[in-house]
């Protein structure tokens, strides 16, 4: 706990002043165990929803930036839910607490809160592919489902997500019912190899609400991130044509393969403004 | 009292608290359970997984919801959003009542998530109730309060624990969540008898009770809720059963979780309490 209040007083002074002592605990004491449980619960959050981070950055290192993160960042939300929605911002605010594997830490936070996202945002009535028949493509405008996000990432973190699930040891711990927890400690896992830079692009989505990753080539990701934009179709067709190497003939089937399994996974929906908080 | 206006005039007997490692067991199996009791804020979600849980135990179980971020006792107003958010979830669990603790827990729009004590004064017992009342009336479903663990005292304090929890639901006339358990900690944290706070309750405002165990530490008790229920809870339980009658009666396993089988058989041993006091009814009559 902080050694002193807002005003310079020690903190002993202001929860005598507050808080009754008793004959075993000093008032100090007393503010000390809310203190201590206030710290496990939402350090706990993090631990639990930044696995493959910590295996990136290292318990020490995992440690004093989720610290750092929550004396900037206290919960803003009534759901715990929410207390690593800023964590991507703040590691690229703060460099210095992720190098030196910086871009690897990026992309694994990255990863992970898009779990989170794919694992309880709503979904929308999804749009069939027969309903697309016969509408301009130049004025046509498809939403993609808010639980899907799409990553642009410098290393293959779906992979090492995957094999650091497979390490973990089972255990069942506690969900939020704000019962007084244990203090929070790394997960026991066997050690998996951090990856190797290699771009990917993936989509986090869920399918029958269970959480999967999918690989997309590079054409396919600049469509779909086109239509997230709000571009239409033709223009977000156009967006992907550009980087295309083979033959329009070649191009038009896998368009349709794309938008065939897009809908088959019942990614698409009716075009919406995005709101501002809105995840791209 | 085992149905009052406090508990939508149910009386659902015993149940529990359906936690993530138990939905397999009970999709699959379909135990038989009077009732399960949720946290709200885990279902206060879009869409996904959770939603779809709710969905398929609502098709076979009545649900309880329990709140744990309301902060009836912080000075900031209520949230709407997150009252609109717990109105969805009540139109569809259907929950006869709902419950949130008598506690603060937020400043300024900051939320510990924690359940933080209240200093017992008149005035915080009044701004309380007030907004018992507006969450009530937003809400358009009976509100009972818990009182909640503590390890502190505050020296503005100027009533008793329990006759403040008493004032506060007199003005906001809500129902009492009586936690059998946090009594047993706090009056062990704090010194007091936990039979002067049972016996000194309005208790036909009783509309639910919570059991639940806890752990002992050198020189304080953490309501830790990861063990069975101790014997001195189950004595204050009958105690309380004895004075409130037969109330719906929630076991809290939250951490270190065994077999649904396990709960659920801890959860029953309050029916032999519940049988004791049909017993010797006649004989107090």
């Known amino acids: 706990m902080q050694s002193q209040w807002t005003d310079g007083r020690a903190m002993r002074e202001v929860a005598a002043e507050w808080i009754k002592p008793n004959d075993r605990l000093t008032s100090f004491e007393r503010l000390q165990i809310y203190n201590r449980c206030y710290w496990y ?7 639990d929803d930044y696995p493959g981070l910590q295996a990136v950055l290292g318990e020490r290192k995992f440690r004093a930036l989720i610290t750092a993160y929550l004396e900037s960042h206290p919960s803003i939300s009534f759901t715990l839910r929410d207390l690593g929605s800023q964590m991507e911002a703040f590691m690229e605010a703060h460099p210095e607490m992720i190098a030196p594997r910086g871009d690897l830490a990026l992309d694994m936070a990255r990863f992970e809160w898009a779990q989170i996202i794919a694992f309880d945002d709503p979904a929308y009535p999804a749009v069939e592919v027969d309903e697309l028949l016969g509408t301009n493509p130049a004025e046509l405008r498809l939403g993609i489902q808010p639980y899907v996000t799409f990553l642009d990432l410098k290393y293959p973190v779906d992979e090492f997500a995957l094999a650091i699930k497979a390490s973990e ?13 244990e203090a929070p400690k790394a997960k026991r896992r066997r050690t998996v190899r951090l990856p190797k830079p290699e771009a990917v692009k993936v989509a986090v989505h869920r399918w029958h609400n269970m959480l999967y990753f999918k690989r997309l080539g590079e054409e396919q990701f600049a469509l779909l991130q086109a239509l997230r934009r709000g571009e239409t179709l033709e223009e977000a067709c156009g967006v992907a044509l550009e980087l295309w190497q083979g033959t329009p003939e070649a191009f038009s089937a896998e368009v349709r393969s794309w938008f065939e399994n897009g809908a088959a996974l019942k990614w698409f929906c009716r075009y919406r403004e995005p709101k501002k908080s809105e995840h791209s | 009292m085992p149905a009052n206006e406090f508990n939508g005039q149910t009386d659902l007997g015993i149940g529990i608290g359906l936690r993530v490692p138990h939905y397999r067991h009970i999709l699959e199996k379909k135990p038989v359970v009077d009732w399960f009791e949720i946290i709200s804020e885990n279902f206060m979600v879009d869409g ?9 135990i609502l098709e076979q179980y009545r649900v309880v919801q329990h709140g744990v971020a309301i902060y009836f006792g912080s000075t900031d107003k209520l949230n709407r959003t997150h009252l609109k958010k717990l109105k969805a979830l009540v139109k569809r669990t259907g929950t006869p009542w709902l419950s949130d603790h008598l506690c603060w827990g937020s400043s300024d729009g900051r939320y510990t998530h924690d359940l933080l004590p209240m200093p017992y004064t008149f005035a915080a017992a009044k701004v309380t109730a007030q907004k018992i009342r507006e969450a009530r009336d937003f809400l358009e479903v009976p509100i009972c309060v818990e009182n909640v663990s503590s390890y502190a005292e505050y ?5 008793t ?10 003005l906001a006339d809500c129902g009492i969540l009586l936690d059998v358990n946090n009594i047993y900690v706090s009056s062990q944290n704090h010194g007091f008898n936990p039979y002067d706070y049972v016996n000194n309750l309005p208790h036909q405002r009783v509309g639910q009770m919570h059991i639940a165990g806890h752990s002992k530490f050198e020189k304080y008790i953490l309501d830790t809720h990861d063990h069975p229920v101790l014997d001195p809870v ?29 709960v659920h058989h801890e959860a029953l041993k309050a029916n032999q309490f519940i049988a004791d006091l049909q017993e010797s009814a006649p004989a107090l009559a």
């Open chain 1, 41 to 47: 619960r939402v350090l706990d959050c993090l631990y």
């Open chain 1, 169 to 181: 040891e089972d255990s069942l711990s506690s969900q939020a019912s704000n019962v007084v927890n």
């Open chain 2, 48 to 56: 996904g997984r959770p939603l779809e849980i709710l969905d398929q």
């Open chain 2, 155 to 159: 020296h503005v304090s100027e009533m």
């Open chain 2, 161 to 170: 624990e329990w006759e403040f929890l008493s004032e506060v639901v007199e």
């Open chain 2, 234 to 262: 189950w004595k204050l339980y009958a105690h309380a059963t004895r004075l409130a009658g037969r109330t719906a009666t929630l076991l809290e396993w939250d951490d270190s979780i065994p077999s649904f089988d396990e």
